[in-house]
């Protein structure tokens, strides 16, 4: 419950204040000048911050002709917005001997101050249980970057790496613990918590590493699956090489319990979903078919191709970001599976990229493909297209 005395500031994730139980929102909040006042005053709230210091961070390199006056303007408008948004009437801040300070008559509870404070308590203990359960709640405190919509304010910036750091290491600590008392369910839902807060940060290690020795294996093989598929999905790139380590490390320790083949055949057999077109798959499985592929070639003599199929915009560059892209690339998506063959293999490699591995067939048969995958994507006087590469597959042994 909060203290309907208390000013709560949260500077991790999305910057906010409470008062008496309601958020402090609307317009003032939006008010440059104001925001960067309250967050760096409440942040420093011990020492305050330096005239100076306040000057640069609020003015920084604009063109004011007296620096000094329009601080104590900056102040006094913030004053009025504090008085208006429901704070008791106080001398909200303070000058002392050159340095800005916040009125300690309206104590302040902030989100960071209270996570160093646990940081530190759980580094100076001995005790395990209280260890971890400092650690713990110091990784739950932690909602997202500090101050995460102005990383480019340097003090704000040189902040956020230095919780950033903190907070992985409380992640790392509390694990080793969960870790080393077999405590997997807690595990699980601390990597599930860090990975929301921290994506693309490795953290689904943790998580896959408790679904495994939950003998959940169905569960962490899909997690592995749509893992690397979204780390290409959504920022183009491979997962880190640790994490690909620890996920096939860890996917070599899933084993099945006995069963009859005949309900091991009836677990295999794909749903309706996937009866029409070719076969999507994620990148991982994909991978795994190239490699069974070119061994089949070893003995069959097949002809295979990859093809990789590109979304361009109107002047031939590929495309990067926005809804528009995302819109497009299902469509893409849509238009190459019904256009290749019922045993050919699809991946969404990235943003707006296929890759297609075309099974038992010609060059000139790949032509043909990518003349109804236009047929089918391109639509009236649509400038975007699709760029194709084609490469043959060729066995090497």
Not at 232 to 258: A, H
Not at 310 to 326: A, F, Q, S, W, Y
Request: proline share 3%.
């Amino acid at each position: 419950m909060e203290d309907p005395n208390v000013l709560y500031a949260q500077m991790f994730g999305n910057f906010q204040l409470h008062y008496n139980g309601s958020p402090l929102t609307g317009e003032r909040l939006r008010d440059t000048y104001f925001t960067s006042l309250m967050q760096i005053l409440l942040h420093h709230i011990d020492r305050g911050v330096s005239r100076d210091d306040l000057e640069e961070v609020l003015l920084g390199d604009r063109d004011v002709e007296n620096r000094r006056q329009a601080l104590q303007t900056i102040v006094y408008k913030a004053k009025k917005k504090l008085k208006n948004m429901g704070l008791p009437e106080e001398n909200y801040i303070v000058l002392k001997k050159g340095v800005y300070y916040w009125t300690p008559k309206i104590p302040v509870r902030e989100d960071a101050a209270v996570f160093d404070r646990l940081c530190r308590q759980a580094a100076d203990c001995m005790e395990e249980e209280e260890q971890l359960t400092l650690y713990l709640d110091a990784c739950y405190l932690y909602k997202g970057e500090f101050l995460s919509t102005y990383a480019a304010v340097l003090w704000a910036g040189a902040e956020a790496r230095r919780y950033r750091k903190q907070f992985c290491e409380c992640v790392e600590r509390a694990a080793s613990i969960l870790r080393s008392r077999e405590d997997w369910l807690r595990l699980e839902e601390l990597g599930r918590y860090v990975t929301e807060v921290a994506p693309f940060s490795d953290w689904e290690c943790l998580t896959m590493e408790a679904l495994v020795e939950c003998g959940q294996y169905e569960e962490a093989r899909k997690l592995y699956a749509d893992t690397v598929d979204s780390y290409f999905r959504e920022r183009g790139i491979r997962p880190s090489s640790k994490m690909m380590e620890m996920m096939e490390r860890l996917g070599n320790q899933i084993k099945y319990s006995y069963e009859v083949l005949d309900q091991i055949q009836r677990n295999l057999e794909e749903g309706p979903e996937h009866e029409e077109g070719g076969y999507q798959c994620s990148y991982p499985i994909f991978c795994g078919i190239y490699h069974m592929v070119t061994r089949m070639m070893e003995r069959g003599g097949q002809s295979v191709y990859l093809m990789l199929c590109t979304l361009v915009d109107g002047k031939g560059n590929p495309m990067k970001e926005g809804e528009r892209l995302e819109e497009m690339s299902v469509r893409l998506g849509d238009a190459i599976r019904m256009s290749v063959r019922h045993g050919d293999i699809i991946n969404q490699y990235g943003k707006g990229q296929f890759l297609v591995l075309l099974i038992n067939t010609t060059r000139e048969d790949c032509d043909i493909i990518e003349g109804r995958i236009n047929r089918r994507f391109i639509v009236g006087r649509q400038r975007a297209g699709v760029e194709y590469h084609v490469n043959s597959v060729i066995c090497e042994a």
